[in-house]
C-alpha cells in the first residue's frame, strides 16, 4: 500500500520543449497536494509521469510503503487511480454499465460500484447512457471509480471543472474522508480545492 510519494529532482520535456526541472517534493498519508501554474506548465504530464505513462527526461518517482521503496509497477498497478482531464467513458454504455466495468477492471465490485453511485448522487443516472449524460454528470461517473474500488493514491486533472457548487463540496467531503483514511490526493487545478491542500507550484 502507497503510504508516500517522493518526487526527486523530476524534470519532463513534451515535443521537444521543457516543461519544468529539477522538481522535487514528498506527499505523506493523509495529505492534499494543489498542482497549480499556467496552462503548459506540465501539471498534467506530472501526473501522467506519476502513473507512469511518460517517462520522465531525468528524476525519479519514488513510492513508499510502511516497510520502504515499493516495486513501481506493482504500486501503480494496484495503488494509484488516474482521473484525467478527459472522463474516458464509453458513451454507449449505460452509466451503470460503465461504473460495473471501470469497478471491475480495477478491483473493484458491482456492490461498491453501487455505493459509489450513491455517494456521487448519480444513482438514479444508472439506466441512462454516458452520452445522454451532463458534462458534471460524466465527471461525477469518472470520479465514482475513486470510490467503487479504492486505492490509496487519487491523482486528479481538474476534477472541479464541470461541478457545481453543491458537487464541488460533496466531492470535497469525500476527499476529506479518504484523506483521514490514510490515503493521498494529488491534484491539477486552477480553481482552490474544497479542502485545505500544500500548494506545488509549476511554471513559477
Known sequence: MISSLL???????????????????????????ALT???GSGKTSLLRVIAGLVRPAAGEVRFLGPEGVLEPEAARGSG??????????KTTRTAGEELNFMARWTGGSQEAAQVAMEALQI???A???????????RRRLALARLIASPRPLWLLDEPLAPLDGGQRARFGELMAAHLRSGGLVLAAVHDPLPIPARAVELGA
Open 80 to 89: 494509484l487511480h488516474l482521473v484525467g482531464h478527459q472522463d474516458g467513458l
Open 123 to 125: 444513482a438514479r443516472l
Open 37 to 39: 501554474g499556467p496552462n
Open 127 to 137: 439506466e441512462l447512457e454516458v452520452r445522454m449524460l451532463s458534462a458534471g454528470q
Open 7 to 33: 518526487i526527486d529532482k523530476l524534470a519532463v520535456a513534451r515535443g521537444g520543449r521543457e516543461l519544468f526541472d529539477g522538481l522535487s517534493f514528498a506527499a505523506e498519508a493523509g495529505e492534499a497536494v
